[in-house]
């Protein structure tokens, strides 16, 4: 997958990588980004610095801590259109709670108070706010449009989820928003990759990179359209997408709350590689991110606070394994993964239905091989349907 020149590498990094192997020493700001391109990742993922709040400590009370205002009062103002700068407080952090809680919170409770915050917002709109009020409404709209389609996109309502990405796209050139736009192409890039039409993938990531250059959202929608090329078989463009999102997340500084769903930390990059090197054939680099995944995806004490990531990330191994000629492991990774509850059923059918190819190619008689395959038949008909608002 990953190529390399005939220039040398730099005097002392054999001598900087060994001692780090053994636990002697944290390579210098030199030499890290060297390790981490050389292993095609960024730095932070292998090298970390930062402290990452876990779910728990966003949840924590963040709401009444900072703002001095709970969610009951944050609600009562914005119906009477007692807009000020703890009203605008309260609410940004209340979406950014919302887009935390995407990870790990059940789809169809997610969305009903998603939509919910989204109606109160645009009632807001309408209501005579000051010009840098009515951006900032604007932003935490759009962020929760971008957050109600990605739901519904989960939910398979496909329709659902292209009008409210498009609503997403609207709210966010409205108020210059490049970050809210990136993320509405983004959505399209991810809507399209579901559904077989890369290039539309790439024709979305691309003009969302136009929109957003330097941005985060631009490491993902590299990522994106990575996942295409990936997917067309051209190898030296997925090298080239990933190195460019690479350097461009190492450029970044790290997120405030990398575990919102619109920011791009360097465990998602990870996530990003993983599939890539899955499909590109190469497996022992496709386990190697695939068992870091789900290394961090569950807590010390056993708690998942990725499902997503770790439901791929077994997909992952189970495609892995079925190449290698192991029927069981590859069965009970895919039956593992399928088993999430809280899971974006258009991405897990199409990293399983890979894992459905694989299992058919190498066991077409086996009876596990046919259990695996009406699981992917039947999953769509078990998804959990939105509650009404």
Not at 109 to 120: A, F, K, P, Q, V
Request: proline share 5%; aromatic share 6%; with cysteine.
């Amino acid at each position: 997958m990953r190529t390399f020149s005939a220039v040398p590498l730099p005097t002392g990094l054999l001598d900087q990588w060994k001692r780090w192997e053994r636990g002697r020493n944290r390579p210098d700001d030199y030499y890290r980004p060297i390790i981490a391109a050389t292993l095609g990742t960024v730095v932070e993922s292998i090298f970390p610095t930062t402290r990452v709040l876990t779910v728990e400590h966003w949840k924590d009370a963040l709401l009444p801590r900072q703002t001095g205002m709970d969610t009951h009062e944050l609600v009562q103002r914005i119906r009477r259109s007692s807009v000020d700068v703890s009203t605008l407080d309260a609410l940004r952090i209340t979406v950014d709670r919302l887009c935390t809680e995407y990870a790990y919170r059940d789809p169809a409770d997610l969305i009903t108070e998603s939509r919910n915050w989204l109606s109160s917002l645009i009632r807001l709109l309408d209501e005579r706010l000051t010009l840098l009020q009515h951006r900032d409404v604007l932003d935490s709209a759009g962020h929760l449009a971008l957050l109600t389609g990605c739901l519904e996109h989960d939910l398979g309502d496909r329709q659902a989820a292209e009008a409210t990405r498009l609503a997403a796209l609207h709210l966010g050139t409205e108020a210059d928003d490049r970050t809210v736009i990136g993320w509405a192409h983004e959505m399209r890039a991810w809507f399209a990759l579901t559904r077989g039409r890369y290039r539309e993938v790439i024709e979305a990531a691309q003009a969302g990179q136009d929109a957003a250059p330097g941005r985060p959202v631009s490491v993902q929608l590299l990522a994106q359209e990575a996942k295409a090329w990936a997917r067309m078989g051209n190898v030296r463009n997925v090298t080239r997408a990933l190195d460019n999102g690479r350097t461009l997340l190492d450029s970044l500084p790290y997120p405030d709350n990398p575990a919102s769903h619109f920011e791009v930390d360097p465990d998602k990059f990870d996530f990003y590689a993983m599939d890539c090197h899955r499909l590109v054939g190469d497996s022992s680099l496709a386990e190697m991110y695939a068992r870091e995944i789900l290394r961090k995806a569950v807590a010390p004490d056993g708690d998942v606070i990725a499902p997503m990531r770790k439901a791929e990330a077994e997909m992952t191994l189970g495609v892995v394994a079925a190449r290698a000629g192991d029927l069981s492991g590859a069965v009970h990774y895919g039956h593992s993964a399928m088993s999430t509850q809280r899971r974006s059923l258009p991405s897990l059918l199409m990293v399983g239905s890979e894992l459905d190819r694989a299992l058919h190619d190498r066991f077409p008689a086996e009876p596990a091989t046919s259990d695996f395959h009406d699981a992917m038949v039947t999953a769509p008909s078990q998804q959990l349907a939105p509650k009404p608002a």
